[in-house]
């Protein structure tokens, strides 16, 4: 636990001395500056950014859930939605288990992919707001 939070707190101050929150307000004004000129809804596009930076936050405490979202984004992204979680369920480790825990493993995965399913719902509509040509 106290390990833990030590590198919790390491990683807090490495993102305060890298420039990280420089970088990231920098962003938002650009993108919300974009968005003003082409009309669009800046808090909308404020509370996708500061869900993005969470992200971003949350995604280098778990690299393993991050690189899962890669895969999941990629199958999206093939226009294979319909067969992400088979694609995502683990044969092997999935023949090892009993009824009850084959049923918590798919429980939990398909409450990721859905979490995921979300994330890349926003992803992609921010990207096309932001992407529209100046």
């Known amino acids: 636990m106290a390990t833990e939070l030590k590198k919790l707190a ?3 101050f490495e993102r305060l001395t890298s420039g990280f929150w420089q970088d990231e307000q ?3 004004e650009t993108t919300l500056a974009i968005l003003a ?3 669009a809804d800046t808090a909308a596009a404020k509370n996708i950014m500061v869900a993005n930076t969470k992200q971003q936050i949350t995604a280098a405490i778990n ?3 991050e690189a899962m ?3 999941v984004k990629s199958i999206f992204l093939a226009g294979n939605g319909e067969s992400a979680l088979s694609a995502l369920i683990d044969q092997e480790q999935i023949k090892t288990m ?3 825990a084959r049923q918590r493993y798919i429980f939990n995965l ?6 995921f399913r979300e994330r890349f719902v926003k992803e992609q509509q921010y990207s096309c707001q932001t992407t529209i040509s100046m």
């Open 37 to 39: 000129e082409q009309g």
């Open 26 to 28: 920098n962003k938002r």
């Open 98 to 100: 009993d009824d009850s």
């Open 110 to 115: 398909s409450a990721k992919l859905q979490e």
């Open 63 to 65: 690299p393993e859930d």
């Open 69 to 71: 979202y890669t895969r």
């Open 10 to 12: 390491k990683m807090a």
